[in-house]
Each structure stands twice: as structure tokens, then as C-alpha cells.
């Protein structure tokens, strides 16, 4: 990895076997990240660059503004995501506990009294983000623990700000970021792919690499798409 600086703005720079020249900003930081093909010069890698300056600019200003955008009001007519599809959200007073549904193709549905402030309102998304989440993981950790011949301990649902999910090896132990029910399904799968592979490989070296490989042949594409942020 090396850092190009265009304009004062960093931008990590990798060489891989790729055909085409890629460029993303990952959130939290909104860091760009520049992902050329081998046989591209570093000179050509910058032009490339300069000629997205604009665009680099925008995406990394809507980045940083994600964590803004977290603290919502939880009000009707808001964006918020889950399983990868943007939903606007309905919010519907009524004196019974919090109950969220998704409504139709389009609309998140929060039913909650209408004294709930905007944390409470939060919380009860929370909870029920954090259950969804557990019912897409389970059976994709129990089919993942058998096909790879592994067997996590316990795995659990944390709120993480930089990554999708971690393992401590010596424990067997995994924990999954709550941020995941945002993104398409195939990217959870991915992630509890990766994680169950770190029993089998602690490092992100080349033997776990074709430990996806074996298992999950379309990783690579499904890691860019996890990490790339959502417009
Ligand atoms: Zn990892």
C-alpha cells in the first residue's frame, strides 16, 4: 500500500491484478482508496485521480457526514437501511409497545407512543435491527461452522465502529457489527464467512485468502460492495 497525496487529500494506492482502476471511499473516516491495475503507472494512477477530484470531494463530504445522519430524528419521510435497500420511514403514534415493519418495497413503519423522544425512538429500531440481524445470522453460521469444519464457541451482535466483524481465536469467539442488517444479504453471508475462516487463519495472508477462495469464490467483489458506501 502506498499513499498518493492529490490536492492535500490522501489517498491509499494498491497494485493488484485487476483490469480495471477502482476508486472508493470507506466510511467512518471517509479515507479514499485506490485500487489500480499492475501494469498502470503511478504517474497515469494520478492523472486518474485528478480527473475524479470532484467526485472524491463529494463521496468523501457524504461519508462524513454518515455519522450525522445516524443521529436521526426518527421522524417520517427519513432514509434508513436494511438488507441493502433504502426504506423511508413511517412513523405511527399509538399507545402500545415499539413495533417495526417493513411496508411494502418502500416504507420502514415505527410504531411508537407519542411521547418517545428521539433516543427511545432509536433504541427500539436498535433492538429490532439487532434481532433481524440474528435471525439472518444463525442459520448462515451454523451452515458456514459445517461446511469449513469449524465451530465458533459464541458469537454475538455489537455495535463496532470500524469493523464488520471480529474473532478472537483463542476464545473461538465472534462478534458481528449491528451495522450489517444494513447491507445486501450476501455481504452478512461474506462476513460470516471471513470471521468463521479466522479459526482457520488468524492473519490476512495468502492461505486465508484461498480459504475463501475454496469456500466462497465471489468474495472479492462482495468485500468492495461491503465496504463501499451507500448512496
Ligand atoms: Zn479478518
Given at each position: 500500500m502506498k499513499i498518493l497525496t492529490i490536492n492535500n487529500i490522501p489517498i491509499d494506492a494498491e497494485w493488484k491484478k485487476i483490469k480495471n482502476i477502482h476508486l472508493s471511499i470507506y466510511p467512518p473516516a471517509g479515507r479514499a482508496h485506490v485500487s489500480a491495475p499492475i501494469w498502470m503507472s503511478e504517474d497515469s494512477v494520478r492523472l486518474f485521480l485528478i480527473t475524479k477530484l470532484n467526485w472524491l470531494k463529494k463521496k468523501a463530504g457524504e461519508v462524513l457526514s454518515q455519522p450525522r445522519q445516524t443521529k436521526?430524528?426518527?421522524?417520517?419521510?427519513e432514509n434508513h437501511y436494511y438488507k441493502g435497500r433504502r426504506y423511508i420511514m413511517r412513523v405511527i403514534y399509538r399507545n402500545q409497545p415499539p413495533k417495526i415493519e417493513i411496508d411494502g418495497l418502500n416504507h420502514i413503519n415505527l410504531y411508537i407512543?407519542?411521547?418517545?423522544?428521539a433516543v427511545q425512538k432509536a433504541q427500539a429500531l436498535q433492538e429490532w435491527y439487532r434481532r433481524e440481524l440474528k435471525i439472518i445470522l444463525e442459520p448462515f453460521v451454523k451452515k458456514w461452522e459445517s461446511l469449513m469444519n469449524v465451530k465458533a464457541s459464541r458469537w454475538e451482535v455489537k455495535r463496532m465502529k470500524t469493523l464488520w466483524g471480529s474473532c478472537n481465536v483463542g476464545k473461538a469467539r465472534i462478534l458481528f457489527n449491528?451495522?450489517?442488517?444494513?447491507?445486501p444479504i450476501h455481504c452478512i453471508e461474506y462476513v460470516v464467512v471471513h470471521e468463521l475462516a479466522h479459526l482457520l487463519?488468524?492473519?490476512?495472508?495468502s492461505r486465508f485468502k484461498s480459504i475463501l477462495d475454496a469456500n466462497l469464490p465471489n468474495w472479492r467483489p462482495i468485500k468492495e460492495e461491503l465496504n463501499e458506501f451507500i448512496v
Open positions: 436521526r430524528e426518527f421522524v417520517s419521510g407512543r407519542q411521547t418517545a423522544s449491528l451495522e450489517l442488517i444494513k447491507k487463519e488468524n492473519r490476512h495472508n
